[in-house]
């Protein structure tokens, strides 16, 4: 594991930094702000230079439907949110419909889906070589 700064996203793997990348959204109050910022639009584009681009969600469908309370938004500050569970849903098929990233919803395993990924995407390209 080497430890660097990527332009876009999170992680990638040494070798496959133009190919490959997931973008970590850890949890679901940051995703609903994130959802509404230029900057989160402007990230999904530059996404789009990559063969496999990936955002991986550590919460479920699940809380998104029992948000805020699936947070630890404070539930004073509940009346102040504009955002709702369909808002968020729409934002996710939204990118679904208009990005070829690939969202997962992987609730609490979402290092243990990284890792997969990671293992997925190597044999992938190591099969993809073999065969050139």
Avoid: W
């Avoid at 063969?51 to 029992?66: A, Q």
């Avoid at 009346?79 to 419909?97: G, N």
């Avoid at 208009?98 to 990671?118: N, Q």
């Amino acid at each position: 594991m080497t430890i660097a700064t990527l332009k876009t996203g999170d992680y990638s793997l040494e070798g496959f930094e133009n190919k490959f990348v997931i973008e970590r959204k850890g949890d679901l109050s940051e995703f609903s702000n994130n959802i509404t910022q230029q900057r989160f639009h402007d990230e999904l584009l530059r996404l789009e230079e990559f063969e496999l681009p990936f955002i991986v969600l550590e919460f479920t469908m699940e809380d998104i439907y029992k948000f805020p309370q699936s947070t630890q938004i404070p539930p004073s500050k509940y009346k102040y949110i504009k955002i709702t569970p369909q808002f968020i849903v729409k934002a996710l098929l939204d990118i679904e419909v208009k990005y070829k990233t690939k969202i997962i919803l992987a609730g609490k395993y979402g290092k243990e889906v990284a890792s997969s990924l990671f293992k997925r995407v190597c044999e992938y390209y190591g099969q993809t070589k073999e065969s050139s």
